[in-house]
């Protein structure tokens, strides 16, 4: 009789193969067993069964095969096959640390479980990766000198996350990502406690929540189509369903730097943010409220997340509803 899983680990793919392969390999070493993979090929070009295959008997993996819907459909697709209480979010690029499923596992009760998120350069492709300078400058010493990346360069091999994880995450790491909100953690604590946009922080490149809450809400709203959103948008309804989001720094993974959507990064980069914006009209048309207005302020460049949650509290304080719905009308008109 098969052991029962206690957690599904949910993550959609396309186009990303070699990175897939290491995410995927690094499941193998993880310190709780008790865990499924439900991964869903949203059209990757030639598929990924020759990928998947040498997992097959190691890890308990399902996959799940369609044409490229996008993210929210490729989301929705995975889950429902998923079986485990707790479902785990994790993307196609992130290499999980040995102790990514027990980190989340410990943490979890009840409420949503935002993991710790930090880089890694896994393969150097020349003249198309986001990279920093400090990045680069860290690549030249470690692959031995400028003249190395005139060429791409594989940096960690199949085989070494399984032997020695520990090791082969240190020697590919850049450090931490920025979205870890570390000035909020410093003002509310990893609880967030009394923090009314704790939804907000939660995505799903490292998220657990609990699969009953998920079924609730109906999962992922497919109409959020191109990048960013569609995570925030199933955050913010669990929020309203009463679910409340905290932080670990025990479940961490780590997002391995790739080509973006166009090979110039800086155009990649503004066709991102055009795809965010559209999406951000959306999310605010679907809520129609001033939480939902003021998150968007924030990718404005308008306001912080702390400032945001300081003015959503004072209106929330004010008896008289004029504030709230002076600002609803200025935010929903901007």
């Given at each position: 009789m098969a052991e029962r899983v206690d957690v599904s680990l949910v993550m959609a793919t396309c186009d990303k193969r070699d990175y897939l392969a290491l995410t995927l390999e690094s499941?193998?070493?993880?310190?709780y067993r008790r865990f499924e993979v439900v991964l869903c090929d949203d059209g990757t070009a030639g598929g990924v069964e020759d990928v998947v295959a040498p997992f097959r008997d190691r890890l308990d993996l399902t996959v799940v095969v369609q044409e490229n819907r996008g993210r929210a459909a490729a989301r929705n697709a995975a889950l429902a096959r998923v079986s485990g209480d707790l479902v785990v979010f994790i993307d196609d690029d992130r290499m999980a640390a040995p102790e990514f499923v027990a980190g989340h596992v410990a943490a979890a009760g009840g409420g949503g479980v935002i993991g710790w998120k930090r880089r890694a350069l896994t393969f150097w492709r020349p003249g198309v990766l986001p990279l920093s300078r400090d990045d680069l400058m860290r690549l030249v010493m470690r692959v031995g000198g400028r003249d190395r990346l005139a060429e791409p360069i594989r940096l960690l091999e199949a085989g070494a996350l399984e032997a020695d994880p520990h090791q082969a995450l240190a020697s590919a790491d850049l450090g931490d990502e920025r979205d870890n909100h570390g000035a909020i953690i410093e003002a509310f604590g990893p609880a967030l406690t009394g923090f009314r946009f704790d939804w907000a922080l939660a995505t799903t490149a490292n998220?657990?929540?609990?699969?009953?809450?998920?079924?609730?809400?109906?999962?992922?709203?497919?109409?959020?189509?191109?990048?960013?959103?569609?995570?925030?948008?199933?955050?913010?309804?669990?929020?309203?369903?009463?679910?409340?989001?905290?932080?670990?720094?025990?479940?961490?993974?780590?997002?391995?730097?790739?080509?973006?959507?166009?090979?110039?990064?800086?155009?990649?980069?503004?066709?991102?943010?055009?795809?965010?914006?559209?999406?951000?009209?959306?999310?605010?048309?679907?809520?129609?409220?001033?939480?939902?207005?003021?998150?968007?302020?924030?990718?404005?460049?308008?306001?912080?997340?702390?400032?945001?949650?300081?003015?959503?509290?004072?209106?929330?304080?004010?008896?008289?509803?004029?504030?709230?719905?002076?600002?609803?009308?200025?935010?929903?008109?901007?």
């Open positions: 499941l193998l070493a993880q310190t998220l657990a929540v609990p699969r009953e809450a998920v079924e609730k809400i109906g999962g992922f709203d497919e109409s959020f189509t191109g990048w960013g959103l569609e995570d925030t948008d199933l955050s913010y309804r669990l929020g309203r369903l009463g679910v409340r989001f905290s932080l670990t720094a025990e479940a961490v993974n780590y997002h391995q730097i790739h080509p973006l959507a166009d090979p110039d990064p800086a155009v990649a980069q503004r066709l991102m943010h055009a795809q965010l914006l559209r999406n951000l009209d959306r999310f605010c048309a679907r809520h129609r409220s001033l939480d939902a207005y003021l998150y968007r302020r924030r990718w404005e460049h308008a306001m912080t997340l702390a400032e945001a949650d300081r003015l959503l509290k004072r209106v929330e304080a004010e008896p008289d509803p004029l504030l709230r719905r002076e600002l609803e009308a200025l935010y929903a008109d901007r």
